[in-house]
C-alpha cells in the first residue's frame, strides 16, 4: 500500500525567505503527484499538478520537482508571505486500480509565515 | 465558475438518524470520490466512481453508502450513523481518473 510521507511536520520561517517542502512516496505506480494548500477549517485548494513522466511545474512563486524512480517532490516556495500560511499537502495519485485510483495524501507541513 | 459543491458544511446529528451529504459538480468530470479527513490519520478514501452508475469502495467504505445516478452528482449516505463516523469529508472531481483533482470546501459532521 502506498505510503506518503511529508517532512518536516511543521516550519517557521520570517517574511521573504524561500523555502522547500519534501514529499516522498513508496509506490512509484503512479499516475500523478498533486500539492494542495489547505486553510484552517477549509477545503483544499490544488496548487500543482506534476504527471509521472514530468519532472517539474511552475505557477508563480511557486515550483514542484517530482522523482518518480527515488520516490520524491519538493515544493518550493520563493519570497515567502504570511498569506502563504497553510498547510500543505501532497498527494500521489495511484495508477492501480485496486486502490480506486486514489489520490494517497501525506499527513501534510503545517508553514508559518512570520511578518 | 468551474467548483465542487457539497451541502451542508456543517452537521450536527444523532446516533442512527440517516442522513446525506450532496456533492455536485459542474465541470463535466467523469471520476468523483469522497475522503474523510481525521487528526493523524490524514485523508481517505471511502468511496469512488468512475462514471454514471459505476461505483466502488475506496479504503474506508464501511457505514457509507454512494449512488451516482447523474454525472455532475454523487451523495454521501449515511444510513445509521456513529460517533466514529464524526469527521471532516470531502467530495473531489477529476476529468478523469489520472487528471487534476477538485476538492468541495468540505463537510464537518459531528455524530453525538
Known amino acids: 500500500k502506498q505510503e506518503v510521507t511529508q517532512i518536516p511536520a511543521a516550519l517557521s520561517v520570517p517574511e521573504g525567505e524561500n523555502l522547500v517542502l519534501n514529499c516522498s512516496f513508496t509506490d512509484s505506480a503512479i499516475y500523478n503527484l498533486q500539492w494542495f494548500r489547505q486553510d484552517p477549517g477549509k477545503g483544499l485548494t490544488s496548487l500543482l499538478l506534476i504527471q509521472s513522466s514530468q519532472r517539474e511545474q511552475t505557477s508563480g512563486r511557486l515550483n514542484a520537482s517530482l522523482d518518480k524512480s527515488s520516490g520524491r517532490s519538493t515544493l518550493y516556495i520563493a519570497a515567502s508571505q504570511p498569506g502563504d500560511s497553510a498547510t500543505y499537502l501532497c498527494?500521489?495519485?495511484?495508477?492501480?486500480?485496486?486502490?480506486?485510483?486514489?489520490?494517497?495524501f501525506g499527513k501534510g507541513t503545517s508553514l508559518l509565515v512570520t511578518p | 465558475e468551474a467548483q465542487v459543491t457539497q451541502n451542508p458544511r456543517y452537521l450536527i446529528t444523532v446516533t442512527g438518524k440517516k442522513l446525506t451529504v450532496t456533492c455536485s459538480q459542474n465541470?463535466?468530470?467523469?471520476?468523483m470520490s469522497w475522503y474523510r479527513q481525521d487528526p493523524g490519520l490524514g485523508l481517505r478514501q471511502i468511496y469512488y466512481?468512475?462514471?454514471?452508475?459505476?461505483?466502488d469502495k475506496g479504503d474506508v467504505p464501511e457505514g457509507y453508502k454512494v449512488s451516482r445516478k447523474e454525472k455532475r452528482n454523487f451523495p454521501l449516505i449515511l444510513e445509521s450513523p456513529s460517533p466514529n463516523q464524526t469527521s471532516l469529508y470531502f467530495c473531489?472531481?477529476?476529468?478523469?481518473?489520472?487528471?487534476?483533482?477538485?476538492f468541495g470546501q468540505g463537510t464537518r459532521l459531528t455524530v453525538v
Open positions: 498527494a500521489a495519485r495511484s495508477s492501480n486500480s485496486n486502490s480506486g485510483y486514489a489520490l494517497n
Open positions: 465541470m463535466n468530470h467523469e471520476y
Open positions: 473531489a472531481s477529476s476529468f478523469r481518473r489520472n487528471t487534476e483533482a477538485f
Open positions: 466512481s468512475m462514471n454514471v452508475e459505476v461505483t
